[in-house]
Structures are given as structure tokens and as C-alpha cells.
């Protein structure tokens, strides 16, 4: 059976997660790349395409399931169903796939207690989904109240986050997470040494809390350990740790509140990588800015940026993902990536690429 998916198909949603990349097509597959996470398995002879893991070809996941939305983290990913339900499926480190039984690496598997949901993040060891009430369900390690509940279980079963409004999505970095109500305001919680809550200071929070900012916004995204949010006129905001340029500036070192990005158009939407930051503006340009020693940049060397670059070989993009140090593009004619390949996350034989590489042609 051939492996690669066929030429000419709509995708309709990516995500890249630690070192795996996701495409969720029109019709409810999903193809990945790389990684835990991926679809990828030992087996050659699967009922289901399938690859083993570093290869480049593409895996078509194993599932009877019609999926509408997905979410990649380290090693984990998460699907919705057209029934609402969530699916789980990729590796399970430390509970974070929402039980204590194994997870299946390429099978998605349902979580009983959830359903109703229309939001989902992942990250290292923790995992979130928000139901169409608006309620926030989190699950994994609650080190320094990354789960933003009273909970002491480091592998936790999905709970409910209390004292928040409705929320609409979700960002998870390392240790943390970030919640955008329906209002516009976000909230925070978990890790803090550098700032990332944007609660001027660098305490660690165990439940939630709102930014210190009086913007509205619709987009947020969460880093290791820098956040990004839009703004609902465009602007971008950063705030953390920037000791490689990914706040957009080359001072200071980190920053407790959200500071302006300095861009040439309004903004649509954002992706935060390990050390790293994208933009996708209005006109369908792309910029990126941070950490850059695996070329996730796309600026054809590995040298750091403290302010935004635009990737000129990217035009009209409709959608970008960050995974820890690689990054896709989605526009009209394919589906590109670039950074770190070491697991075939981008699809290409090479173990680094430098600049936008096509691996799904949609022409």
C-alpha cells in the first residue's frame, strides 16, 4: 500500500508538536510526519498506511473516527471527533493521556469522560480541552499548579478548572497554561520564573489568574517559556523570556508584562516554538523571530534574531504551526516546513532545512 498520501487534497488544519507534524484534511483524516504523535508504528504491515518513525514519508492515521480538530504536543496528540468526542493517541508520559492504561501510538483511543469539547492543547505533560459551555478540562502533571486545580495527583485524570469565565481556547507551554475567554481577556497559571504568566512578577501561580493587560485579544500561543498573543486589532504582544530574541527585541532579558512586536502589517495569528516566534500577517506574509540554530527561522543561516524577519519564499499563507524546532506553512499550492528534520518531522530526507521545503504538493 502506498505510504505518501495523494497529490491533490484539502487540508484544512496543521500542527507541529515536539518533533511531529499533523494535517488534518477536509474529509476528517489526519496525515503526520515524524515522531511519537505522528501515527507512525513498527509495523510495516499495518491495516493502515504507515511508516516507521524518522521516515519521511507520510502516515496515514489508523481511525474510523471523522476528526474536526487536532492538537500536537511531546510525543502526545489530540483529536475531536464529529461527535464532540476526544481522541488520544501517540506516546503517555507521565499521565498525560488523560488515564492510566497505555495509549495507543497510532490508534486514536476516546476518553470516556469527555464529550461536548471544541477546544485542544498539549504540550510536555499537560493537556487541555474546553466544551462547548466554555469549561476548561486539564489533566497530566500539576507541577507549580500547571493544571490551574486543586489537585495533587502529578498524573491527573481530566478535571474541570473552577473560577473561570466561559473560555474559547487554549495555549500550553512548559509548566504552563493560558486561557482566552469568549471576552477577550486571558488568564494564566503554573510556571512563572520567566514571566510568562504576564503578571509582573515570576511567581508561580496554581490557579488562574488574569493578565496583566487591558487588550482584548483572539489568538494566543505558548513557547517554552515566551507567550504571544493577537490582539483583536492586530497587534502582536510578547512577554517571558527573550534570551534569544523571541520576545521580537534585544532587550530586556525577559519581561513579567506583554510588550509590542514590532511588525509591518496587522497580524492574524501567531505560533510560539521552543525559543522561537512566528506571525502570519494579513497580506498572507509570514515573519519569524528567536532562537534559530536549527534553521527554524527559515532565514537560510542558524544566527538568532532579536527582531522579526520575513520569510520571502512564503506567500500567501493561510496557516503556520511552531513544533519545538521545526515549523509548516499552509497555502494554496502546499503544505512547507522547515528547522529540525532529525525524525522526519518535515518530511524530506535532509536532517535540517534552512529555508520553506515543500512535502505536500497541493498543485
Same mark, same amino acid.
Given at each position: ?59 496515514? %492515521?489508523?481511525?474510523?473516527?471523522? %476528526? ?42 476516546? /476518553? ?12 510536555? #505533560? ?6 462547548? #459551555? ?22 491527573? /485524570? ?58 482584548? #485579544? ?32 534585544? &532587550? ?10 514590532? %511588525? ?70 502546499? %503544505? #512547507?516546513?522547515?528547522? &529540525? &528534520? ?7 530526507? &535532509? ?13
Amino acid at each position: 500500500m502506498e505510504s505518501r498520501p495523494p497529490e491533490r487534497y484539502r487540508i484544512t488544519s496543521i500542527r507541529c508538536g515536539r518533533d511531529h507534524t499533523l494535517a488534518l484534511l477536509h474529509n476528517g483524516k489526519v496525515f503526520g510526519w515524524g515522531g511519537d504523535g505522528s501515527g507512525s508504528i513498527a509495523s510495516p504491515n499495518a491495516e493502515y498506511c504507515s511508516t516507521a518513525k524518522g521516515s519521511p514519508g507520510a502516515v496515514a %492515521l489508523s481511525t474510523q473516527h471523522r %476528526l474536526l480538530s487536532i492538537a500536537a504536543g511531546y510525543g502526545i496528540s489530540l483529536g475531536i471527533t464529529d461527535e464532540n468526542r476526544l481522541v488520544v493517541w501517540g506516546a503517555n508520559a507521565a499521565g498525560i493521556g488523560g488515564r492510566r492504561e497505555s495509549v495507543s501510538p497510532a490508534t486514536p483511543q476516546l /476518553l470516556a469522560d469527555l464529550s461536548d469539547i471544541c477546544a485542544i492543547a498539549a504540550s510536555e #505533560f499537560s493537556c487541555g480541552a474546553v466544551d462547548i #459551555f466554555g469549561k476548561l478540562h486539564t489533566w497530566g502533571l500539576n507541577y507549580e499548579g500547571a493544571l490551574g486545580r486543586a489537585t495533587s495527583q502529578l498524573n491527573a /485524570l481530566p478535571g474541570v478548572v473552577v473560577s473561570l469565565p466561559p473560555i474559547q481556547r487554549i495555549a500550553i507551554g512548559k509548566g504552563y497554561m493560558l486561557a482566552l475567554a469568549r471576552e477577550g481577556r486571558l488568564y494564566g497559571w503554573g510556571s512563572n520564573a520567566a514571566g510568562q504568566l504576564g503578571m509582573a512578577h515570576l511567581r508561580a501561580v496554581a490557579l488562574p489568574q488574569l493578565l496583566r493587560s487591558n487588550e482584548d #485579544f483572539h489568538c494566543v500561543a505558548a513557547g517554552v517559556t515566551h507567550a504571544l498573543a493577537v490582539t483583536r486589532n492586530g497587534k502582536v504582544l510578547a512577554w517571558g523570556s527573550n534570551h534569544h530574541g523571541q520576545l521580537g527585541r534585544t &532587550n530586556p532579558a525577559y519581561s513579567s508584562l506583554p510588550l509590542p512586536v514590532e %511588525l509591518p502589517e496587522r497580524t492574524r495569528s501567531v505560533a510560539a516554538g521552543m525559543h522561537f516566534s512566528l506571525a502570519l500577517g494579513e497580506s498572507g506574509s509570514v515573519y519569524a523571530w528567536g532562537w534559530n540554530a536549527k534553521g527554524q527561522l527559515a532565514s537560510g543561516d542558524t544566527e538568532d534574531a532579536y527582531l522579526p524577519i520575513h520569510i520571502p519564499a512564503l506567500e500567501h499563507v493561510q496557516s503556520i504551526a511552531a513544533g519545538e524546532t521545526h515549523a509548516a506553512a499552509l497555502t494554496a499550492h502546499g %503544505l #512547507f516546513g522547515w528547522g &529540525n &528534520n532529525a525524525e522526519g518531522q518535515i518530511g524530506g530526507a &535532509n536532517r535540517q532545512q534552512l529555508f520553506p521545503s515543500c512535502f505536500i504538493s497541493l498543485a
